[in-house]
């Protein structure tokens, strides 16, 4: 079966040679990762792409940072990803791991209207230095 694009992590697949995204809601997903994932300046011809969550990595966690997380997520998926509408964006530190500062959690519901698909996306992120 004919696939959109490569499904990342790169996979041997017995039929298409390499795993594929064969939806249009994985490739909505796989493009939403990659916006959130990606560092600006990462991007070979578009320095501007990208929310770069790993350069808030070492700075402290206050609503403020919180905030600008927020706001750069919003603004960089309305400029490159303009069909995906984000429902909900919770970002705070953990709630499993409250006495942990260095734990972050990620939470978007998102959806695709021109093809009524509701989606989410959740990223972890500990930084804390067991885990460095």
């Known amino acids: ?27 909505a997903k796989q493009n939403f990762k990659m916006l959130l994932l990606t560092v600006p300046g990462e991007k070979i011809m578009d320095p501007h792409f990208g929310v770069g969550l790993s350069q808030y990595f070492f700075e402290n966690i206050t609503p403020e ?6 706001s750069r997520i919003r603004k960089q ?3 490159y990803l303009p069909y995906i509408n984000i429902m ?18 990620l939470y ?15 990223i972890d992120f500990d930084l804390s230095p067991s885990m460095l």
């Open 1 to 27: 079966m004919p696939g959109y694009s490569a499904l990342l992590p790169l996979t041997i697949d017995p039929d298409d040679g390499i795993k594929l995204n064969k939806t249009h809601a994985t490739v």
């Open 77 to 79: 998926t309305n400029e």
């Open 108 to 122: 978007i519901e998102y959806e695709i209207a021109s093809i009524n698909i509701f989606d989410s996306i959740k």
């Open 88 to 105: 909900k964006l919770n970002l705070a530190a953990d709630p499993e791991k409250l006495n942990d500062i260095n734990a972050i959690s």
């Open 65 to 70: 940072t919180l905030n600008k997380i927020d």
